[in-house]
């Protein structure tokens, strides 16, 4: 078991600004049937956990509540049951979303089946910039987009913390890739492997085109702009939930709307550790925080303009 009866998180006593999140000293959580006690090195900041924390969010049911999913670490305990880990494995994940995990904090219990092995390769401030990102790129493009070797992707957002994920891994999988980013960061998509980027805001050139997968991180307006630059039967695939008219309007002109509502999914994780082992895929961190600090990394993360992801360096 852990060796201390209690540890630091961070809680909310209820929804507000940024300034409501605070470290508190709470009971280590004891793990129950297939369930793992991790050490948690790193958590990730993702932006449902700024939009949770104001109320627009998912996963509280009771105060005072620990935000986070993003986590990695090491095994400091088993529950009754397990099997896939030992006290001190390395492992990364976002358990239990979209219920509650309680990521910020020293120690996490999580169901074992949805923790993968860290890839010894990368650090734990970088394992824990990738989990609900790389998921959502995952299953946005492979589940929702089926692509293949060869097809073409739009990533909207491409540097940013799904983003910069979606672009690696597509371009892993042999698609041809175009972002969209602010001018700032043409040079850094590039660097991810994008063969071209052009800026999100106003039309999207002509030469944007024959797209077989969007990714639209914002829905809305965007949604339909990128419907114009689909070929026949392509897909838009958006992270922003379903609205009015979206899967009529696509197909009415031959192509298919698609949606993600990130699950965890420990043996997609187990194929994309290979890709992080090798390099291929490179979770970038933009900048990393104490838990004492989390108020500063969310209010830098609201202003959603994160190159990569922010992460919280527990260790
Ligand atoms: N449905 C799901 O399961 C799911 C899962 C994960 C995330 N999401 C949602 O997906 C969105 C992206 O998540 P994230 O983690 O990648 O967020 P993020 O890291 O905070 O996104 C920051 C990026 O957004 C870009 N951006 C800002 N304004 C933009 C615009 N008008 N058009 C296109 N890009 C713009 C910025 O680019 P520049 O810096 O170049 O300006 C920056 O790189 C969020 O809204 C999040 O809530 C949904």
Known sequence: MAEQATMQAVVIDGFGAAGALRTESVRVPVPGDGEILVRVHAAGINAIDWATRAGEGVGVSAFPAILGWDVSGTVAATGPGTQRFRVGD???????????AGGYAEYVVAPEAELSRKPSEITHVDAAAVPMPALTAWQSLFEHGDLRSGQRVLVSGAAGGVGHLAVQLAVAAGAEVIGTASPDNFAFVRGLGASDVVDYRGTLP???KDVDVAIDPRGGGDFHRLLDVLRPGGIVVTLKGEADGQRRSAEERGRRAGYTYVHPDSAAL?????????????????????????????????????QGRLVLDLA
């Open 270 to 306: 187990e194929r994309i550790a290979p890709l992080l082992a090798d390099g291929r895929v490179r979770p970038v961190v933009q900048q990393v925080f104490r838990l004492d600090q989390v108020a500063r990394a969310h209010a830098l993360g609201e202003q959603g303009h994160v």
């Open 90 to 100: 390395e492992v990364f994940g976002m358990p239990r979303f979209p219920a509650p």
């Open 206 to 208: 002509e030469s944007v």
